[in-house]
């Protein structure tokens, strides 16, 4: 997922719905277009803090704490979840802050 992010910050122009009522980003990647979902964008971020902070203290990180707003109900807390989840976290709970 990684390799995406260069082409989701550049192309974030389109934000589009599916038939289930998602809401996605179209963006085009090598020509191909592709639906990129806010749990993807999501996923890229918690791989690249994890890989910054495992950089940055020298040392695998396997263990972080995700906290959420206050104000996310439910559904955008189960939606951080499975963030986690796709960029390959255990995700226990989003604690809200």
């Known amino acids: 997922m990684n390799n995406c992010m260069p082409f989701i910050f550049a192309c974030l122009g389109q934000l589009s ?23 993807d964008v999501g996923a890229i971020i ?5 890989q910054a902070a495992a950089n940055n203290l020298s040392m695998p990180v396997t ?5 959420v707003p206050a104000e996310f109900d439910e559904r955008q807390r189960n939606h951080t979840r499975m963030a986690a989840v796709i960029a ?3 995700a226990c709970d989003a604690v809200a802050t």
């Not at 263990?63 to 906290?67: D, E, F, H, I, R």
């Open 46 to 50: 918690i791989s690249t803090l994890r």
């Open 17 to 39: 719905g599916d038939k289930a009522g998602m809401v996605h980003f179209l963006v085009r990647v090598n020509g191909t277009e592709r639906h990129i979902y806010p749990e």
């Open 63 to 67: 263990k972080a704490v995700m906290s």
């Open 88 to 90: 390959g976290r255990n």
